[in-house]
Nanobody, 115 residues
Framework: QVQLVESGGGLVQAGGSLRLSCAAS????????MGWYRQAPGNERELVAT???????NYADSVKGRFTISRDNAKNTVYLQMNSLKPEDTAVYYC?????????WGEGTLVTVSS
């Protein structure tokens, strides 16, 4: 089992920045990839960014050039640096860890971008 705890959400004005953190615990040796997803009211959960154990990253087109995902393996933590935020980035952001083909999720952290 993998446990994930997100932090760093909040209210920010358009054009501002936030950094989300996700701390993993449990059977972390089994994690092969981690990522961030988001879900806005009335919408389905969507991919934001992922990072593999080797450091390979993948981003949704809507956040390319603005968001950066990174991981600190020593701290078992993955980060999402979000710059140039837009009102349409408003959502609950969830951390995901993939282990042996199973996905584990955090409880989410709310990001609200005001115009």
């Amino acid at each position: 089992q993998v446990q994930l705890v997100e932090s760093g959400g909040g209210l920010v004005q358009a054009g501002g920045s936030l950094r989300l953190s996700c701390a993993a615990s449990g059977t972390i040796f089994s994690i092969n990839a981690m990522g961030w997803y988001r879900q806005a009211p009335g919408n389905e959960r969507e991919l934001v960014a992922t990072i593999s154990n080797s450091g390979r990253t993948n981003y949704a087109d809507s956040v390319k050039g603005r968001f950066t995902i990174s991981r600190d393996n020593a701290k078992n933590t993955v980060y999402l640096q979000m710059n140039s935020l837009k009102p349409e980035d408003t959502a609950v952001y969830y951390c995901d860890a993939n282990s042996f083909g199973m996905d584990f999720w955090g409880e989410g952290t709310l990001v609200t971008v005001s115009s």
